[in-house]
């Protein structure tokens, strides 16, 4: 699971993707600087990791990661080419979640590709260029379909009367991940197209540090705004200022750092578990003398998934899961007292894992 960064060029995509990563992508005052794209890894900041281990002591500690992939500059006409056109759309059609980043912030020093600063016209043209660029995908799907249809395939009528609703949704200028769609339709026949504006987004508004110390600017007022309507997520950072933070070799000057803005933590933090959950995932953790570690499972899976991503073997010899709610661990301070205590449970194959459980499986290959 992936969360792609897109945004128009020059809006501070690649900086925000070096404070995500020691990646480095290179980052410079003209359009396109990005062309491939830039991957990297993230590691994901959980406070109950520390905490538990501070409880365990182990010889390592291991966090979950995401994956962030920052993509090059779209343009206006991009859905028929423009700019880097389909090769940008191909790259956002691998992702499984957007990480839109608006430019809300004056700089004469720092070129704006449409000449002046408006992050909703920005953001009407991304949408436009992925609206438009999902309605060929579906007419194509939708030309092929009607034939089948026609021919009295009853699957084939069903999807192309889906087709038709969201080519028409399409049309009227919204993104499907706005429609209201049978969940047994889209799984079966949307889907698989991977369509852009299906996919879920949050908005990154890129503001000034006097923006940041304020909380945010009328740029971001009117991106919340919309945001709200569309049910989206919003977080203000500011990017040069969590590039200087990135640059502070010590935890102490980075909280002095931040102690002088008002945060509590960089923004980078709120942005990598913005986009975690954003891609529907969630942490189990294991504790043990030699390593406390967080894994990453999508939520609803169940306990022999979750032993899965241990271990193929894992899941396939799966017996059972002892599990400890995070909440109990630390109440109790370790595994043991949990256990005396009562609050260790046995949970079986159907057991639906919960964010925070810390477990230990058994299994027999």
Not at 264 to 279: F, M, Q, V
Not at 288 to 293: F, L, S, T
Not at 303 to 329: L, M, N
Request: glycine fraction near 6%; charged fraction near 30%; aromatic fraction near 6%.
């Amino acid at each position: 699971m992936k969360a792609g960064i897109v945004g128009l060029p020059n809006v501070g995509k690649s900086t925000v993707f070096n404070c995500l990563s020691d990646a480095k992508a290179q980052s410079a005052n003209y359009p396109f600087c990005t062309i491939e794209p830039n991957i990297g890894m993230v590691n994901v900041p959980d406070p109950r990791l520390d905490t538990l281990a501070r409880l365990v002591n182990p010889a390592r500690v291991v966090p979950a990661t995401v994956e962030i992939v920052d993509i090059a500059g779209l343009v206006k006409g991009a859905s028929k080419g423009e700019g880097l056109g389909n090769k940008f759309l191909a790259n956002i059609r691998e992702t499984d979640a957007i990480l839109h980043v608006l430019r809300c912030f004056e700089d004469p020093n720092i070129t704006h590709t449409m000449g002046h600063v408006d992050p909703m016209r920005d953001k009407e043209i991304i949408d436009t260029e992925l609206q438009l660029k999902d309605l060929e995908t579906v007419e194509k799907r939708l030309e092929r379909v009607a034939k089948q249809a026609k021919a009295g395939d009853k699957n084939a009528r069903a999807e192309a009367e889906t087709l038709r609703a969201v080519k028409a949704h399409l049309e009227k200028g919204l993104s499907v991940r706005h429609m209201s769609l049978d969940e047994d339709l889209f799984s079966a026949y949307i889907k698989p197209l991977q369509l852009l504006t299906a996919k879920p987004v949050l908005y990154v508004c890129n503001v000034d540090e006097a923006s940041l110390r304020a909380g945010g600017n009328e740029h971001t007022r009117r991106i919340e705004a919309i945001a709200k309507d569309e049910g989206a997520q919003v977080l203000i950072l500011d990017a040069r200022t969590e590039a200087d933070i990135a640059e502070l070799e010590t935890y102490e000057e980075r909280q002095m750092f931040l102690e002088d803005l008002g945060l509590d933590e960089p923004g980078i933090s709120k942005l990598i578990r913005k986009a975690y959950t954003l891609l529907d995932l969630q942490t189990f953790f294991t504790a043990g003398p030699k390593e406390v570690r967080a894994w990453t499972i999508r939520r609803g899976a169940t306990a022999p998934e979750a032993a899965g991503v241990i271990h193929t073997d894992f899941q396939k010899g799966f017996i059972r899961a002892e599990v400890i709610s995070y909440d109990d661990y630390v109440q109790y301070g370790s595994e043991a007292k949990a256990r005396e205590a009562g609050r260790l449970r046995i949970e079986g194959k159907d057991y639906v894992v919960q964010d925070g459980d810390v477990m230990h499986f058994r299994f027999n290959v």
